[in-house]
């Protein structure tokens, strides 16, 4: 079984700092099924980036994403007032079929 | 554009069964993945399952399996989700999400409080 370990667990940063956030494999993942989502209180997650660095419909592109293998990061440039809330990276491929990490908590300093 | 419409809140007893549905338009139904993901108060994300409405094939999380159904109606384009007997454990918000490989598109969520 995959397991995808976040970190860190919160993130404290202001407004327009960038941030750099760090998903760990414990398998080879592939790149082609790694994605990001951003959940913000009281809402559904919305898709961030899929196939390790391509951002979905709408995203800014103050957000993107990198890595390969086992180590995967989302990096956020010029940090919004939006963009402070959970980010969770996702796998999809090896048993169980998805699997999510724990999650990063960015929050303003 | 697509849409996940979701059922509403819930609120059952330990024991009861209970159908929550996912209702979607905007796309062809029968040609996309449709998956369940669970999210306990204060929680992460976990996967429970999805299926493939074109011919109902089914993939579990193991954690999952045997704990809930899953089935689609290809004549109204929805999603199902079943109970058979809930416990505390499932109270959650239950989200429909949309693909293979990644989720890209999500429903607003259906909370079910278990509460005797």
């Known amino acids: 079984e995959i397991v995808l370990t976040q970190s860190p667990g919160t993130l404290s940063l202001s407004p327009g700092e960038r941030a750099t956030l760090s998903c760990r494999a414990s398998?080879?993942?592939?790149?082609?099924?790694l994605a990001w989502y951003q959940q913000k209180p009281d809402q559904a997650p919305r898709l961030l980036i899929y196939?390790?660095?391509s951002r979905a419909t709408g995203i800014p592109d103050r957000f993107s994403g990198s890595g390969s293998g086992t180590d995967f990061t989302l990096t956020i440039n010029r940090l919004e007032p939006e963009d402070f809330a959970v980010y969770y990276c996702?796998?999809?491929?090896?048993?169980?079929?998805?699997?999510f990490g724990q999650g990063t908590r960015l929050e303003i300093k | 554009e697509v849409q996940l419409v979701q059922s509403g809140a819930e609120v059952k007893k330990p024991g009861e069964s209970l159908t929550i549905s996912c209702m979607t338009s905007?796309?062809?139904?029968?040609?996309?993945?449709i998956g369940w993901v669970r999210q306990m108060p204060g929680k992460g994300l976990e996967w429970m399952g999805t299926?493939?409405?074109?011919?109902?094939?089914?993939r579990n999380s193991p954690s999952f399996q045997g704990q809930v159904t899953m089935s689609a109606d290809k004549s109204i384009s929805t999603a199902y989700l079943h109970w058979g007997s809930l416990t505390a454990s499932d109270t959650a918000m239950y989200y429909c999400?949309?693909?293979?490989?990644?989720?890209?598109?999500w429903g607003q969520g259906t909370l079910v409080t278990v509460s005797s």
């Open positions: 996702q796998q999809y491929g090896s048993s169980p079929l998805y699997t």
């Open positions: 905007g796309y062809i139904f029968t040609n996309y993945w």
């Open positions: 299926i493939y409405p074109g011919d109902s094939d089914t």
């Open positions: 999400v949309r693909g293979s490989g990644n989720f890209d598109y």
């Open positions: 398998q080879s993942v592939n790149s082609r099924y």
């Open positions: 196939g390790a660095s």
